[in-house]
């Protein structure tokens, strides 16, 4: 039976449980996931010297060939990975991604020039351009503070950093004409018990308030502040913890922003979403999968991800989340785990907009606990997999039949050859 056969079908199947797979298309096709560029290379950046990855926990395990090694090569392999992907998607750049060509370029002398080339390319293939302050794998980070060191100048370092990452991403937000979302996330925290939590509290808020003193059109740029519960190396304290930044987000008009990864592991980010859109106007999500801790495995299909996905198509609120992909993983082909963690991702949010939520709804109302249940687990063996083959099949890209030969037949070619 054809693609089309089989997807016709399978309309007829959740036509009858009252869903509109056509419409649900419709959605998914609008939805731009932002596709994190520090996959290609294990967050390695193109600094000089090159910067090392360290600080708060982030880790990248595994020395699999191919990694991209230049911004040509990065911008093959993220072609690629768009190339594998329905729909149109975005990328969020960290600052130790900028052209430097060959200069030292520190953190608080990087420009908008900087990134003038990534302007372009975000022109010519139509990608829009999100960014982030990199305030790790850096010497004035080594001791576990940033933003709220108690040593003035190390501070300042860091403040001017933000600072200029807010103007990169604003001027990148002008040339796309659409505003680009500017994420921050500081490692600072520390291994043992500290007994004076208030004090780095307490700095960090000033240099925050001090970072985003100038009002920056939100037709440029938004900020964004990403909460965290604890890293490797950060066990007992993490200064930008959910509370802090949850007030701080609210009091001062920014983005939250909520990393699959970084609450304890039985909390699930799905439930937090109902009550955060209540007080936030929009929200940003990095989308991960922690294995036991905050590894940055690759996104699947999973429990986790498909209550994220379908909690926010339940609360109608697609347009006010932006959907951002945070893993690395150096194990396997790069290139392939961007495919995978993006197209669950994707499979995750088609599974929300499959949902019947009248009927759902309906029983929720009536306290039909029973037949809720029993829906739900109806839905999860209906025939999903008919309709993202149509999905991708009608959006030129690989199905998930071809996807392996796929990115395989790039390793080969391209990857291969980068030794
Ligand atoms: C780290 C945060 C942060 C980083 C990226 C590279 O725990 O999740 O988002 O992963 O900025
Ligand atoms: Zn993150």
């Known amino acids: 039976m054809s693609i089309i056969d089989q997807y016709n079908n399978a309309k007829e199947r959740y036509a ?29 950046g193109f600094e000089t010297p090159d910067a090392e990855l360290s600080g708060g926990g982030i880790q990248v395990t595994g020395n699999y060939p191919g990694k991209s090694r230049n911004l040509t090569e990065m911008r093959a392999d993220l072609d690629k990975a768009y190339s594998l992907l329905p729909g149109k998607h975005r990328l969020s750049l960290h600052a130790i991604y900028g052209e430097f060509n060959g200069k030292k370029v520190d953190r608080d002398e990087v420009e908008p020039e900087h990134f003038m080339g990534w302007m372009d390319w975000s022109k010519k293939k139509n990608v829009k351009l999100d960014f982030n302050g990199t305030f790790f794998s850096h010497p004035k980070a080594a001791s576990g503070f940033t933003l709220s060191n108690p040593d003035k100048s190390i501070r300042d370092f860091w403040i001017e950093h933000g600072k200029r990452s807010r103007k990169i991403a604003a001027a990148m937000g002008r ?25 780095y509290r307490s700095i960090l808020k000033d240099s925050l308030d001090e970072m985003y003193f100038k009002d920056i059109s939100s037709k440029e740029m938004k900020d964004a502040v990403e909460t965290k519960l604890f890293g490797i190396g950060s066990e007992s304290f993490v200064v930008g913890s959910h509370e802090f930044y949850m007030g701080y987000a609210l009091k001062n008009n920014k983005i939250a922003t909520l990393d699959l990864g970084h609450f304890h592991p039985t909390e699930l980010i799905a439930d937090k979403l109902s009550a955060m859109y209540l007080f936030f106007d929009e929200l940003l999500l990095h989308v991960s999968r922690p294995v036991r801790w905050d590894s940055d495995h690759v996104v699947i299909l999973n429990d986790d991800v498909r209550y994220l996905t379908e909690e926010i198509i339940r609360c109608d609120k697609l347009e006010k989340t932006h959907i951002g992909l945070d893993f690395f993983d150096g194990t396997m082909n790069r290139i392939g785990a961007y495919a995978i963690g993006a197209r669950s991702t994707l499979k995750g949010l088609l599974l929300g907009l499959l949902e019947p939520q009248q009927v759902l709804n309906k029983f929720d109302e009536d306290g039909n606990a029973f037949a809720r249940l029993a829906l739900i687990e109806e839905l999860k063996l209906m025939p999903v997999g008919d309709i993202w083959n149509y999905y991708c099949e009608t959006s030129g890209v690989p199905t998930d039949k071809y996807l392996i030969d796929d990115v395989m037949k790039y390793e080969n070619d391209v990857l291969s050859r980068r030794v």
């Open 175 to 199: 040339a796309q004409n659409d505003p680009s979302i500017l994420n921050t996330w500081i490692p600072d925290g520390m291994k043992d018990l500290p007994v004076n939590r208030l004090k």
């Open 16 to 44: 009858a449980l009252g869903v509109d797979t056509d419409k649900a298309l419709e959605k998914l096709k609008k939805i731009s996931l932002s596709l994190h560029c520090w996959q290609t290379d294990d967050v390695g």
